[in-house]
């Protein structure tokens, strides 16, 4: 905008004197200044990077699992590393239910791609919270319950674990022994203090209860405890409720803040109701807890990050702060969540017929991994291998820990062409009727010819 011909005519005046300026510098310019090249970088010039002191980091073992796999010419190859749902023909599943709500979003012309809020898309947050804590939750009717969209699981754990490190009063944080390997990063690299609490018995292939409380008990007032809603990623191992009502009563009787991981809800028992019960437990008595929650698993959303954060507080108004400071965690972290994959989930979740479909499907996924268990237990009890195997018909979930140990794991991989993670953690739903026997004589190997 102009303020009249004067100050036009001036502000023309000024920049034609800057040209000519110009112009009598370039023609001053010797010859010798003109062919000047511009000199290299000191760094670039001897060849060297500036990132030349960056050592290759590790392979993360789960992932190099594939890599391995891939890499594989045999026919008879088999993956059981990755925890991703296969179908009985190998090939990864989209759900129906998944594809009927994606196809509804696209023919909706009024959808836009706008930025989401910061704390996600509002429908998803309500009903996510309504799917972990129970339609009649006293604490959603008290509006005691933050909830935010988050990049899956990992990146709800990671919001919460910088919320925690910048708001609580107590920066240690007990995760169970063992635990996926991602968690201590996630914690790690927010600032807090990682310690681990004793959980899986390799004796009985089942779980260490009387460690476990032991350990927690001897935890400082007021320490984080990090707790597998259901499904424990890697072993498969899963407290009785008897024993999660031990659990809560010594969190709460010394002031322990509980943080759920609830990766498999519905996929674990083919239940959701069932699944969620550790965690309602914790919530209908009146205390507050974490929860993060993925749609990785139950909805088949790998690929689109989909998760929530709920924070269970003692007040509404008290929810109302927290939310407010983990507008200022995401924020920076990474603006705010992706719009497809929580359309999807809020799609399902609020339609009645959907929702009951989606069960129906979940359900199947559920059965068919513990049929998988059955299959393989039987396959090794036929073959007379050594050991007891039942184990692999009492653990839960996707994953299996098999108690085999890195030499056979290797030896499987040399001789039979699986993989899997060197701590002997298999994903059932990589197996199949058709893959079952040829597991079943690798494990048979391996116990009376391997290591």
């Known amino acids: 905008m ?35 090249s511009i000199s290299a970088a000191p760094t670039s010039a001897s060849g060297i990077s500036v990132f030349d002191h960056v050592v290759r980091g590790p392979e993360d073992p789960i992932l190099g699992v594939t890599v391995a796999y891939n890499k594989d010419p045999s026919p008879v190859k088999l993956n059981l590393g990755v ?70 699981g990992t990146g709800s ?35 807090l203090s990682v310690k681990t609490y004793r959980y899986y018995d390799p004796a009985t292939r089942g779980l260490n209860f009387e460690g476990l409380l032991q350990d927690l008990g001897s935890a400082p007032s007021g320490a984080i405890v990090l707790l597998h809603a259901c499904a424990h990623n890697p072993t498969g191992v899963d407290p009785t409720t008897r024993q999660w009502e031990q659990i809560r009563q010594l969190l709460r009787s010394k002031a322990l803040l509980p943080f759920f991981d609830s990766a498999y809800q519905g996929f674990a028992s083919g239940s959701l109701d069932t699944d969620a019960q550790s ?59 992706p719009i497809h994959g929580a359309s999807i989930v809020a799609t399902v979740l609020k339609d009645r017929t959907m929702f009951q479909d989606w069960t129906v499907e979940l359900k199947a996924m559920a059965d068919r991994i513990i049929s998988m268990r059955q299959q393989l237990f039987d396959a090794l009890r036929s073959r007379g291998t050594p050991g007891d195997w039942s184990h692999i018909i009492k653990q839960i979930g996707m994953f299996t820990f098999t108690g085999l140990n890195s030499k056979q794991v290797a030896f499987m991989t040399k001789e039979y062409h699986i993989y899997m993670t060197s701590d002997g953690r298999i994903s ?18 391996a116990v009376t010819k391997g290591a």
């Open 428 to 445: 059932m739903a990589g197996l199949s009727t058709r893959t079952v026997p040829h597991l079943a004589d690798a494990i048979h190997a």
């Open 279 to 337: 965690v309602r437990m914790f919530v209908n008595d009146g205390g507050e807890c974490l929860i993060a929650q993925s749609y990785a698993k139950n909805m088949g959303l790998y690929g689109e990050r989909v998760g929530a954060l709920s924070i269970v507080c003692r007040s509404a108004d008290v929810a109302s702060r927290v939310e407010s400071q983990l507008k200022l965690v995401i924020r920076p972290m990474y603006s705010n969540p």
């Open 2 to 36: 102009h303020m009249g011909h004067i100050s036009h005519s001036s502000s023309s005046s000024a920049a034609d004197r800057r040209l000519a300026a110009l112009v009598r510098h370039l023609e001053g310019s010797s010859l010798h200044e003109a062919n000047l």
């Open 157 to 191: 754990l990671r919001v919460g674990a910088e919320f925690l490190s910048k708001h609580y009063h107590q920066r240690t944080i007990y995760i169970p022994l063992p635990t996926w390997g991602n968690h201590p990063k996630v914690f790690g690299l927010a600032g």
């Open 83 to 152: 925890g991703a749902y296969r179908t009985e023909e190998g090939k990864p599943l989209i759900l129906n239910v998944v594809r009927k709500a994606e196809q509804m979003l696209v023919n909706d012309r009024s959808r836009v791609k706008e930025y989401l809020p910061i704390v996600g898309l509002a429908d998803f947050n309500k009903l996510s919270a309504k799917l972990i804590l129970g339609a009649n939750s006293p604490a959603i009717q008290d509006n005691r319950v933050t909830t935010v969209q988050c990049l899956s």
